[in-house]
């Protein structure tokens, strides 16, 4: 089984210019999720997408952040304009819909890390 | 302050038994997970517990809960160089939201 796929890796861009990172999850997982990983800290939630809907968006800089997903597959997280401090490893997951009282293990990919200088 | 607190760093020798501690703020939470994370690595699940359990045994990592002073600890048996790696705890909620420790590097010397 494939897992979470992300693009590209590595990104070095300058302030106030714009980024955009691609994420394709595990097949048949309805629900995707991007984190943020500061150096020397945990991952934290972005936004929570099931299929093409966002359930928890409640973390995201909307000013300059933005995420999609279509078609409820693939997703693209967006950065406009970026700052020093966007600086992090940008992780994208996906599992299946939990419902209460179920649990489903996220399936992390490997991360885009971006630098902003 | 913090959700989820963790000590930075543990150093601890090949063969011996390496204990990383977690402390978390929201009694709601139903699974408590522990993470690995390798350089340049996502995250992979290394096991988790159910709130109404006091203890997980997986092979060489034991999971202990105590839910009324909301600590979790994971130890790992018969530690190795392999082992050596950023360890996330991230309890969460029903709705599969988790919240992060800044996480423990553990280093394992020969």
């Known amino acids: 089984e494939a897992g979470v796929a992300q693009s590209p890796r590595y990104k070095i861009i300058e302030k106030r210019q714009s980024v955009a990172f691609w994420c394709n999850p595990i097949?048949?997982?309805?629900?995707l999720y991007w984190y943020q990983q500061i150096l020397g800290q945990g991952p934290k939630l972005l936004i929570q997408f099931q299929n093409n809907g966002v359930v928890d968006d409640s973390q995201l800089p909307k000013d300059r952040f933005s995420a999609e997903r279509l078609k409820g597959v693939d997703s693209t997280l967006k950065i406009q304009p970026a700052k020093l401090e966007d600086s992090a490893v940008y992780l994208c997951a996906s599992s299946l819909t939990p419902a209460v009282g179920q649990r489903y293990e996220q399936y992390f990919g490997p991360g885009t890390r971006l630098t902003v200088t | 302050g913090e959700d989820v607190e963790q000590s930075l760093f543990l150093s601890v020798r090949e063969g011996d038994s390496s204990v990383i501690n977690c402390t978390y703020t929201d009694s709601s939470s139903t699974y408590l997970y522990w993470y690995k994370q390798e350089p340049g690595a996502g995250l992979q699940l290394l096991t988790y517990?159910?709130?109404?359990?006091d203890m997980k045994q997986d092979q060489r990592l034991t999971v202990l809960l105590n839910k009324k002073d909301k600590h979790l600890s994971l130890r790992i048996a018969d530690t190795q160089t392999g082992d050596s790696a950023i360890y996330f705890c991230a309890p969460s909620g029903d709705n599969n939201d988790m919240r992060f420790g800044a996480g423990t590097r553990l280093t394992v010397k020969p």
């Open positions: 097949s048949g997982h309805a629900t």
């Open positions: 517990i159910f709130s109404n359990m």
